[in-house]
């Protein structure tokens, strides 16, 4: 059984195409990572003492402070807490809810 020669002519077409499409596709890939790379980043935000919310009823500014270090812990940055709201009714399953959403989350230690 022989093999005629347009079959390595067709092998090496595909061959070749499947090369450079490899190719084509690295080249996007840098491209969409040297854009993000540059891509701006807004300042910090930065808080003064002056600036903090107002506690609500039977809240403690410690107790602000306390919240606010906590989500600048959890979400590795500095951040402003604009607003604290107290649960109203039973909110049992929502807890478990965010109990559970939270815990499926990949931890960064």
């Known amino acids: ?3 005629s020669a347009s079959f390595f002519f067709a092998l090496k077409v595909y061959g070749l195409s ?3 499409s490899f ?3 690295l080249l996007i890939k840098g491209l969409f990572v040297g854009l993000n790379y540059f ?3 807004p300042p910090p935000v930065t808080t003064l003492a002056n600036e903090m919310i107002p506690a609500p009823k039977g809240m403690s500014p410690e107790l602000i402070a306390i919240i606010t270090a ?3 812990v959890t979400v590795g940055k500095k951040v402003r807490v604009t607003a604290i709201q107290r649960p109203v009714g039973n ?3 929502a807890q478990q809810g965010r109990v559970s959403i939270m815990t499926s989350h990949k931890t960064k230690h």
């Open 1 to 3: 059984m022989t093999v």
């Open 18 to 20: 499947a090369i450079i």
């Open 23 to 25: 190719f084509v596709a």
């Open 39 to 41: 891509e701006a980043t």
């Open 70 to 72: 906590a989500a600048t």
């Open 91 to 93: 909110t049992t399953w």
